[in-house]
């Protein structure tokens, strides 16, 4: 009986196989990327006394888990029958045919998260301090990646999926909002009136 459940599971699956698994990725990376941008910008905000270098380990196992998920979200689409994807078409913005603009958001958030995160890598090179204003823009890859989502995800109607990215996304922009209102606040005053 076992065997003919795992038989049928598997003829019901095979076709979709490809895209079931991108849409899993693209959820995992959702709830990846939102955990390391709360983390970073708790860290930034130095709400995190004592704990700072542990953060900061978990905060880069999450980045580069979110960008491991993410390739794997784009290249596995290259697999499905139904999209017919080619290699371009899902790394290169505006070139794919499927919902261009929402792909091409993904595209372009997938490019700057990689380019962002792992300019981490080379901070001694660049500068810290060139590389603490590069990584501000990790905040707008991020949303990018939020706005392909509920632009383009199978999944973006269903109450799940918005109930889920809402209990990942909001800390994540709430911490945001603070940060800019903080920036903000703090350039006004340095500003003479």
Not at 55 to 80: F, I, K, M
Request: hydrophobic residues 55%; contains cysteine.
């Amino acid at each position: 009986m076992t065997s003919l459940n795992t038989s049928v599971l598997a003829t019901a699956v095979g076709p979709h196989l490809f895209w079931i698994t991108s849409r899993a990725a693209g959820i995992a990376a959702l709830l990846l990327s939102s955990l390391a941008v709360c983390l970073g910008l708790l860290m930034s905000a130095r709400l995190s006394k004592g704990r700072r270098s542990d953060l900061r380990v978990t905060h880069e196992a999450l980045s580069l888990a979110t960008l491991a998920a993410l390739a794997v979200h784009g290249l596995t689409l290259t697999g499905d029958s139904f999209l017919n994807q080619g290699l371009a078409e899902v790394t290169v913005p505006f070139v794919g045919s499927y919902k261009t603009l929402w792909t091409s958001t993904g595209i372009i958030a997938f490019w700057m998260m990689l380019l962002l995160g792992l300019s981490y890598y080379v901070r001694a090179k660049i500068g810290v301090q060139r590389w603490r204003m590069l990584h501000r823009f990790t905040a707008l890859a991020w949303i990018l990646g939020i706005v392909h989502s509920l632009g383009e995800g199978t999944d973006a109607g269903q109450l799940w999926f918005l109930a889920m990215s809402a209990i990942a996304v909001i800390p994540a922009l709430a911490l945001l909002v603070i940060r800019w209102a903080g920036a903000s606040r703090s350039s006004n005053q340095a500003t003479p009136a």
